[in-house]
Each structure stands twice: as C-alpha cells, then as structure tokens.
C-alpha cells in the first residue's frame, strides 16, 4: 500500500496547483527571447511582464511585482508600433501612394501584414509576426455548421462579416496585382483569399486605438489602428478598469491600471463594457461570468407571442420600429431590459388603451394588467429561448464526437450558448417573482 506523504506531499500539490493557475512562465521560449531582443532594439525595456500560459485565458501576460491603482503596466515606444506610417516608409509605401481610388488604412495594414509574413526570415518584423496567432476563432473565420449553432442576432453578424472579407479581397485585386513588380512570386499565391482573412482577422483583433492625420494615399475612412508587439499579449477581464492612450510627450503607447493585481498574475486589462456576443464577433473569445452579457430578442421571437388577428399589430410593430424598439431587446442577468419590457408592454395594449402608447414608450403604467401580460409575455419568449439554447448545446456535444477538426469551434460556441443559458435562468427565476408579486 502506498503510503500517504503527509503535510509536505500537500504543500507541494498545493504550491504545483497554485502555480498553474497562476500562470507558468514561458518568457524561456525562444520566440519570446526573440521578441523581447527584437524590442530591445527598438527603445523598449521591461523588467516586471512576463509571456505566460494561464488556466482561465492561455497566452498572456504575468507581472513580476505587485501593482498598484495608478501604476503604469505597459509603456511600449512608438518605433515598436506598426501603423499606416511603417506600411508607408516600406516598399509598399510608392504603390499605395499612387494607386487610384485610394485604398483604405485598413486595407494597407492588411497587405503590409500579407508581405510580410510571405517575406518570412527576411522581414524585419519576423519576431513580431512568429507569435501571432497562426489561425483566428472570429466568427468569419467559423465553419457553416459552427455559424449555424450562434444565436440569430449574432448569426447575421457572423454572416456580414464573412461577406465583408470576401467582399474586400473582390474589391481589392486589382490594387494587389499592381505590387507585381515587388515580387518574384505571383502576387495571386501572395495575396490570397486565405491570406487576406487572417491579416484583417488580426488588424481586428489585435490593433489598439490610436489616431492619426488623415493622408490624401488613403480614403476616408478613419486611421486608428496601431498593432502594439507584446502589448497585445495582456487579455481582457470584464472586472478591471484601465486607461490607455499614446502619451505624446514620452512618443509611447501607454496602459496605466486603475485595478490592483498580485505579484505572480495575470495581468488584465479591459477592452470595453462588452457583452459576450460583441467579444466573440470583434476578437474572437468570450468571458464567463460577464456582467456585461445579454441575450438579444429578435423581432420575430418577439412578435410570435402576440396575435397575428389584432387589429392594432401592425399599428403597434410600426411604432416600435419608428422609435428603435425592435432592436437591443435583451436579457440580462438582472432580468429582462427596460427597452423589452416597453416593446412588449405596446404590443400587449388592448384596444382601448392604445392611444397611450407614447407614455408608454415613456415608461408610464397604462394599467395593472398591461404590466402582467408584459411580463407574463417576458416569461414566454424567455422559456422559449432556454428551450432552444439547451436543444443547441445538445447539437454542439453531439458534433464534437462527430468532427474533431471543429473541437475548438464548437467549444468557444459552447461557451457563449452556456453562458446564454445561466442569463435565461436567472431572467426566469426573477421574472417568476415578479409574476408572483403582480398576481
């Protein structure tokens, strides 16, 4: 019989535990000592933030030392950031310059991103370009059979984007075919369709804001991009407050915390108050237990629950829509929205009541049974919406048996669907109470 090692054999499964969900340190890996050499170079010098693997968010950043509300995580110089100003000082720079009609900065980063990685060892920005991402999981990037599996709202979204690449790459063809003279290869194999998803993938999801003059080789549209090396290795957490900005007087791109963090963790910051479905569709992740996530209503789940023989629906569809009352319709974890609550309140006026609709839309009580029926309607659609969550979970567990290339796929939709699902629950358990209080 094996014989127990007492307190010192817990202490150290204790201090093993502690450690990977601390983090494990892989500032050792060589792409990362790369990369660090290669900012270096470039002015910039960090001794507290460390490359690590994490439980809860795999690659990110870990501090070395305490921080403090106030203090500054991350001050990375402007020569380390990859603007529209480093696409034009490059070889890409006279093409652009002279193309007709101008291409956009978004389209620019883009194909600077696209040279680059095809130049390979003789790109002077390999050690950035060797820990980007060698794949993304933003919805444009999903498999049909994993898009299908979004809630609609985010479906549609889904949709657009994948639309929007492919039309970027129709639309930009041309442009790519003028860089021939740049190089040996066929700019067909260089800037391809493939090529192109990951490089506006990775402008998406990876730029922070920065703005810039407006330069006559672009068009119109804004110029806030910059691609910040190592900076963009620290996560997002929904519970922590940062402010971030270039500081023109030190030229750096800086990120001061308004969060305390531990010595030995991760260091977070966040990217905006978004709901799981902004995050998912712009960077390709999801937070559990966001504060910020909501359930989206779709106009047709809405007005399913309501006659299609009252005489007013139409009357009533076409002010909700004429004031912004089909759209943002949401549950969240306090309960259905305001804004749902109102919508379903003018569709539950009864004929004589329906002249009050703009105190409603106000936020008036027309009538003590108008209020019950809204939210006997709230608890309806709600069921509805567990019901047909739980059937898309089951579909997901059924398809990771069946296709072990869409693993990671489905678990990130897994994840979006089952924080759906404790949303819905806790909407129910609140509008069950509700319901008791007005009957």
Known sequence: MKKSRGRTGRNRRRKHLKSFMDGVNCSHKLEYIKLKKWLKERGFEDSNLRPAEFWGTGRGLMTTKA??????????????????????????????????????????????????????????????????????????????DVINLLPNPLKKKAQEQKMMIQELFRSSRAFFSSLQPLFAESTGSIFNFSALEWAWCTVNTRTVYMEHPHRDCFSLEPDVYALAPYLDLLNHSPNVQVKAGFNEQTRSYEIWTN??????????????????????LEYGFVAMDNPHSSVYVSADTLLKYFSPLDKQR???????????????????????????????????????????????????????????????????????????TQHVLVQISQLKKDKENLKTHLALVEMLR??????????????????????
Request: glycine content about 6%.
């Open 259 to 280: 969060s305390p963090c531990k010595k030995y963790q991760e260091v977070l910051i966040c990217y905006g108050p978004h709901d799981n479905q902004r995050l998912l």
């Open 67 to 144: 921080l403090q509300a106030g203090d500054v995580i991350i001050s990375l110089p402007e020569k380390c950031l990859l603007t529209t100003s480093t696409v034009l000082s490059s070889c890409l720079g006279g093409h652009i310059e002279s193309w007709k009609p101008p291409v956009s900065p978004l389209l620019a980063l883009c194909t600077f991103l696209m040279a680059e990685k095809h130049a390979g060892d003789k790109s002077p920005w390999k050690p950035y370009l060797d820990v980007l991402p060698k794949t993304h999981t933003c919805p444009a990037c999903l498999e049909p």
């Open 314 to 388: 139409k009357a009533k569809v076409s002010i909700l829509k004429d004031h912004g009352f089909l759209e943002n319709l949401t549950f969240g974890w306090e309960g259905p929205s305001w804004r749902l609550l109102t919508a379903l309140k003018v569709l539950s006026l009864a004929a004589e009541q329906f002249a009050c609709w703009r105190r409603v839309l106000l936020g008036d009580v027309s009538s003590a049974r108008n209020e019950q029926q809204a939210l006997a309607a709230a608890a309806k659609i709600c069921q509805f919406l567990i019901e047909e």
């Open 418 to 439: 089952s924080e759906d699902l404790k949303i819905l629950q806790k909407s129910a358990e609140i509008l069950c109470n509700l319901n008791l209080g007005t009957a």
